[in-house]
C-alpha cells in the first residue's frame, strides 16, 4: 500500500509538472500528452522494482511474488455459487483461468484441494448463507489438516462480498487463504501461489475498463442447453439502496464483436438459448465503435444521475447482432432499467421471433416517493406509460419486476401504492424482496433503516401472496392454448420432461408415445392442461422449430396471454 501510494503522489506530481510546463497546448492536447507519456513510461511493477528495462518471458513476470514461488497446479477445484446469474457467469470466467492453468475441477467435496465461494452482497439473506458455508469450511479445512498434516486446503472468497467485507472476512475467518473481487480473477493463479507460505493473499481493486472480453467461458454444466454472456459489468446508476456500483464498479462494455464470437461458438456447441447479461443491459454502449447514429432522447418522466454516453454501438444493434447468429437459438437478456427502453430496442424485439417477448422492468416500489428516496429517476405515472407503451408496442408481451417493500421511511400508505401497482400491472414473473441495508450506499449514509423488521415481514408476506394469487389466475387462462417449449431436463421427482416457454414459464409434460422420443434441446409444441401459479402442466402434441412454430400461429395473436395493464 505504501508503494502505491507512493506511484500515485509521482503521478500527480508529474501531472502537475507537465501542465505547467505546457502552456503553449490546449487543455485537450496537454491531456493527451500526458496519457501518451504515461502510456510509454514505466508500469507500476517497474517502480517496485526499479527496473526498466522490459521483461519478455512466456508467462508476465510478477515482482511482487517471489521468483521461488510456482503457479500451483493440478490442484482441484471446488465451486460454490450464490446470487445472480452473473455469479454463474463469473464463475465459468473463473474456471476458465484456472483452467488454462492446469487446475481441475471437482464436485466432491472430499477430492478438493481448493473451495472457491461465489458470493452475493446485495442482500442480507445473501451474506448470510455465505458465513454458514464459511462455518461448514472451515470445520472441514480442520479436520483435513488433522487427518493430513502435509494437505493443504485453501478457501477462497470471490465476488461482491469479497469487496464489500474484505476486512470482516479477514479478520474473523482466519480459515480464508483467498479474498478475490469481481476484477481480479486473472490474478488468482497469482494468488494461489502466495498462499503457499501460509500468507492471506487479496486484491479486491475494481478496474475501469476490465470486460474479460478475451476470456472464454468454460461453461460449468456442459450438458445445458442454455447458457449466459456477460455484455458488460458494474453499473452508473447509484439507486440509493443499491451495493452493486460499489462492489462491481463503474458500468463499461465488451465490445460487439467478442460477444458475438462467443454466441457463435456457443450455437456450434448445440446450445439453444443464451441470456445476455449486465447489471443494465438497455445501457449496453460499444464506443469503440465508430456509427453514425442520432441518439436517442430518454423518455418522458425519467432521468438518470450520470451522463449518458455518446455514439457507438447500443443494445438494439448488439440484439440485432446476436439474434442474426442463430434464427433457433432463443435470445433472452436481463437485467434493464426501467429509463432505457428506446423504441429501437422494443422495435428489434417485436421483428426476430427468436429474441424472447420477455422483458423485466423493475419497478422497485409503487410509491414516487419512495421512488424518489430510491433515486430510480421515474415516477409512478411514468412508469406505468411505459408498460402501456410496452405491451402496445410488442404484442403478447410478458413483463418481469423486482419489488422491495420496507424501503427507510416507506408508510403504510406508501406500501399500499406498491400493492395496487401489483394489482394493476399483470407479471409473469416478480422477485419481491424486503429491504436491507447495506453498507455503503447512499441510504446507509443518508436514511435511518426505520422500519420495524415484523412490518417488513407482514409486507412482504402480502406481496408474495397477491403475486401467487394473479398468477394463478394468469396461468389458468393458458390452459387449452399452445406453447412453444424448450426442452431442458427431467423432473426428479416425477421423471417428466421439464421446459420452458417464450416468457421463462416453467411447463412439465409426459414423454411422448412413439418412435421420436422428446429430448433436451428440441422444440416442441405443448398444449396447456393445467395451470398452478408457478408451473404449467400440458402434453406434447409435436416436435418443431421456433420458426416453423411462429409462422404457424403468426405474429397478430400470440399463443400465450398479454402481459399488460389490467384495466
Known amino acids: 500500500m505504501l508503494v502505491l501510494n507512493k506511484t500515485h503522489k509521482f503521478l500527480k506530481t508529474a501531472k502537475k509538472s507537465i501542465l505547467q510546463n505546457c502552456r503553449c497546448l490546449s487543455e485537450n492536447d496537454r491531456v493527451s500528452s500526458i496519457r501518451d507519456k504515461i502510456k510509454q513510461g514505466p508500469s507500476l511493477k ?31 477445484v471446488y465451486f460454490d455459487v450464490y446470487g445472480c446469474q452473473m455469479n454463474l457467469n463469473d464463475t465459468e470466467i473463473v474456471w476458465s483461468i484456472l483452467k488454462n492453468e492446469g487446475f481441475e475441477k471437482t464436485e466432491i467435496e472430499e477430492e478438493a484441494d481448493i473451495f472457491f465461494v461465489m458470493t452475493c452482497a446485495v442482500r442480507e439473506g445473501a451474506e448470510n448463507k455465505i458465513w454458514h458455508r464459511l462455518d461448514h469450511l472451515r470445520g472441514y479445512k480442520r479436520r483435513a489438516m488433522i487427518k493430513n498434516k502435509n494437505r493443504s486446503v485453501k478457501i477462497g472468497i470471490l465476488g461482491c462480498m469479497a469487496e464489500r467485507l474484505k476486512e470482516k472476512l479477514i479478520e474473523k475467518e482466519k480459515a480464508v487463504d483467498i479474498v478475490a473481487g469481481p476484477d481480479s480473477y486473472r490474478d488468482l493463479p497469482r494468488l494461489l501461489a502466495v498462499t503457499e507460505n501460509g500468507q492471506t493473499a487479496v486484491n479486491v481493486l475494481l478496474s475501469l475498463d476490465e470486460t474479460y472480453a478475451d476470456v472464454v467461458p468454460v461453461r460449468l454444466n456442459q450438458n445445458s442447453v442454455s447458457a449466459f454472456i456477460s455484455i458488460m459489468r458494474g453499473c452508473d446508476n447509484m439507486c440509493t439502496y443499491c451495493i452493486v456500483p460499489f462492489t462491481r464498479g463503474r458500468e463499461r462494455s465488451r465490445p460487439v464483436d467478442s460477444i458475438v464470437d462467443e454466441v457463435r461458438q456457443l450455437a456450434e456447441q448445440g446450445v439453444k438459448e443464451v441470456t445476455l447479461l449486465g447489471q443494465n443491459v438497455n445501457s449496453y454502449r460499444d464506443v469503440s465503435q465508430i456509427k453514425g447514429i442520432n441518439d436517442t432522447q430518454m423518455a418522458k418522466g425519467f432521468k438518470t444521475v450520470y451522463k449518458t454516453k455518446k455514439g457507438g454501438l447500443r443494445f438494439a444493434d448488439l440484439l440485432e447482432k446476436v439474434s442474426a447468429v442463430d434464427p433457433e437459438m432463443r435470445i433472452r437478456f436481463t437485467a434493464a432499467h426501467p429509463k432505457d427502453f428506446p423504441d429501437e430496442v422494443l422495435q428489434v424485439i417485436s421483428e426476430r421471433s427468436n429474441i424472447c417477448k420477455m422483458l423485466h422492468l423493475p419497478a422497485q416500489s409503487g410509491s414516487s416517493a419512495v421512488l424518489e428516496r430510491m433515486r430510480r429517476g421515474y415516477t409512478r405515472d411514468a412508469y406505468l406509460q411505459l408498460v402501456e407503451h410496452v405491451t402496445t408496442t410488442i404484442p403478447g408481451v410478458g413483463l418481469s419486476t423486482d419489488m422491495i417493500c420496507g424501503f427507510c421511511g416507506e408508510t403504510d400508505e406508501e406500501f399500499e401504492e406498491t400493492m395496487s401497482l401489483l394489482e394493476l400491472v399483470d407479471y409473469n414473473m416478480a422477485f419481491l424482496f424486503p429491504y436491507s441495508m447495506r453498507e455503503k450506499t447512499t441510504a446507509y449514509r443518508r436514511y435511518k433503516d426505520d422500519v420495524p423488521e415484523h412490518v417488513k415481514k407482514d409486507r412482504h408476506n402480502r406481496m408474495i401472496e397477491l403475486y401467487r394469487r394473479k398468477s394463478q389466475l394468469l396461468n389458468e387462462q393458458e390452459i387449452g392454448r399452445t406453447h412453444l417449449v424448450l426442452v431442458e431436463g427431467i423432473v426428479k421427482k416425477t421423471g417428466q420432461l421439464m421446459g420452458r416457454n417464450e416468457v421463462y414459464m416453467k411447463i412439465v409434460f409426459d414423454q411422448v408415445d412413439g418412435e421420436r422420443q422428446v429430448k433436451n434441446g428440441d422444440y416442441v409444441a405443448v398444449k396447456i392442461l393445467g395451470a398452478k401459479a408457478s408451473v404449467l402442466t400440458g402434453e406434447v402434441l409435436h416436435h418443431t422449430t421456433l420458426r416453423e412454430f411462429y409462422k404457424e400461429v403468426g405474429w397478430a395473436e400470440r399463443v400465450f396471454s398479454s402481459c399488460s395493464l389490467n384495466t
Do not use: D
Not at 517497474?46 to 490442484?75: A, C, D, M, W
Open 46 to 76: 517497474e517502480f517496485i522494482t526499479g527496473n526498466t528495462e522490459p521483461v519478455l518471458t512466456t508467462r508476465p513476470h510478477i515482482p511482487y511474488v517471489p521468483e521461488t514461488f510456482q503457479i500451483v497446479s493440478k490442484r482441484k
